[in-house]
Nanobody
Framework: QALLEEFGGGLVQAGGSLRLSCQAS????????KAWFRQAPGKEREFVAA????????NYSDSVKGRFTIDRDNAKNTVDLQMNSLEPEDSAVYYC???????????????WGQGTRVTVSS
């Protein structure tokens, strides 16, 4: 059984919006920091956004700051990524991750979903 499962990817035009959702299974993950990463073809996986276990603090990469919002619902064990003003450069497979914080920096642990593809057409 998958521990993390992503939903919500698809095809959208530039300037549009998508909302991704990550469903975690298991009570262990309900109080774990979570993050979204993405990987475009031919590129390394990169950090997108992270959120503390209680949702009190978030981090974003410079490339998505002001356009993407991460939030979570611990009662439902979900972490969502609202993506607005999408650009073709946002096209990638988006992955959910469970990790930890060291100070203010998110550290990914080896808990990944299978990914959901986002394609932004120009």
């Amino acid at each position: 059984q998958a521990l993390l499962e992503e939903f919500g990817g698809g095809l959208v035009q530039a300037g549009g919006s998508l909302r991704l959702s990550c469903q975690a299974s298991g009570r262990t993950f309900s109080r774990t920091p979570k993050a979204w990463f993405r990987q475009a073809p031919g590129k390394e996986r990169e950090f997108v956004a992270a959120i503390t276990w209680d949702g009190a603090s978030t981090n974003y990469s410079d490339s998505v700051k002001g356009r993407f919002t991460i939030d979570r619902d611990n009662a439902k064990n979900t972490v969502d990524l609202q993506m607005n003003s999408l650009e073709p450069e946002d096209s990638a497979v988006y992955y959910c991750n469970a990790g930890m914080y060291r100070g203010s920096s998110y550290v990914a642990l080896n808990y990944w979903g299978q990914g959901t593809r986002v394609t932004v057409s120009s």
